[in-house]
Structure formats: structure tokens, C-alpha cells
């Protein structure tokens, strides 16, 4: 019976390590996401006061004002996703580091 027990542990301890590594590799595509999003959005004020300085007029501030407010959107939402990968990446070391280094030195 004892040996069920450690297969079943085992395989439980699997599983959850490979959840725990979907679920960074999906935080890891939503902040490739929203660094696009940050740097369309700064492309969109880039190409604003391009076409502003083009047409020798100013940047309105309402329209500076919007522009600045989706980069500022899109980077916290950068920052978010990046302390959301760190703290995962933390919980996954700490769990590596809770686990026994010789799985053979236990008795059954």
C-alpha cells in the first residue's frame, strides 16, 4: 500500500507542477499582450505628433491627454502581469526548494 501512496503523491506532485507551469506560460502570453498594447499605443501618440509637427500645428491637449492615458493603461497592466509571473515564479522555487533531493532515502 505504501507504495500507492508514494505513486499517487508522486503523480499529484507532477500535476500540479505542470499547472503551475501552464499557468506562467499563459501569464507570459498576456504580458507579450499588453507590452503590444503599450507599444501600439505609444506608436499611436508617436504618429499623432508626427502628424501634428507635419502639418506645423501642436498636439492638442485632449488629444495628448487620451494618448498618454492608454500608454499609462497598458503599462500597468504590463507591471501587473510582470509581478503576477514574479510571484509565480517564486511560489514554484519555493516549492522546488520544500521538495525532498533524494526521493530514495525515505523508507516505505
Do not use: K, N
Amino acid at each position: 500500500m505504501a507504495l500507492w501512496d508514494r505513486v499517487r503523491t508522486e503523480l499529484d506532485r507532477a500535476g500540479r507542477v505542470a499547472q503551475q507551469a501552464f499557468d506562467e506560460g499563459r501569464l507570459r502570453l498576456e504580458l507579450l499582450r499588453a507590452r503590444r498594447q503599450a507599444d501600439g499605443a505609444a506608436q499611436r501618440l508617436g504618429y499623432a505628433v508626427y502628424r501634428a509637427r507635419r502639418d506645423s500645428r501642436d498636439v492638442t491637449g485632449d488629444e495628448y491627454l487620451a494618448l498618454a492615458r492608454g500608454i499609462e493603461m497598458a503599462e500597468a497592466e504590463v507591471a501587473r502581469y510582470q509581478r503576477l509571473i514574479d510571484e509565480a515564479t517564486a511560489r514554484r522555487r519555493r516549492a522546488m526548494s520544500l521538495q525532498p533531493t533524494d526521493p530514495g532515502t525515505d523508507t516505505m
